[in-house]
């Protein structure tokens, strides 16, 4: 069973930058299209971004030009850096293997821990 474990979140100022990491044992990532979804308090969990196996993207409208999502196949990980925070983008962050269109991320997989991103002064 594919299991993912998202790493690097952390408590950052407004305007700074997190990149988190999201890996796998076992299971070659570069054979799926992973999603980045995040979930703020009091709220449903909301897609991010999210890359095919062959590096095509998709970014949610809020996130555009902030953030970018790549994959280094050799670490197995993928990755979602994360520029210009606002406090808006405070939620725990969460990666799954997904379903990729130009438009959509539909996660197929159980969510796992997550890594907690705080944006605060």
């Known amino acids: 069973q594919l299991q993912l474990v998202e790493s690097g979140g952390g408590l950052v100022q407004p305007g700074g930058s997190l990149r988190v990491s999201c890996a796998s044992s076992?299971?070659?990532?570069?054979?799926?299209?992973i999603g980045w979804f995040r979930q703020a308090p009091g709220k449903e969990h909301e897609g991010v971004s999210c890359?095919?196996?062959?590096?095509?993207?998709n970014y949610a409208d809020s996130v555009k030009g902030r953030f970018t999502v790549s994959r280094d196949n050799a670490k197995n990980t993928v990755y979602l850096q994360m520029n210009s925070l606002e406090p808006e983008d405070t939620a725990v962050y969460y990666c799954?293997?997904?379903?990729?269109?130009?438009?959509?991320?539909?996660?197929?997989?159980?969510w796992g821990q997550g890594t907690q991103v705080t944006v605060s002064s």
């Open positions: 799954a293997a997904a379903l990729y269109s130009a438009y959509d991320c539909l996660p197929l997989t159980d």
């Open positions: 076992g299971f070659p990532l570069e054979r799926y299209s």
């Open positions: 890359i095919s196996p062959v590096g095509a993207t």
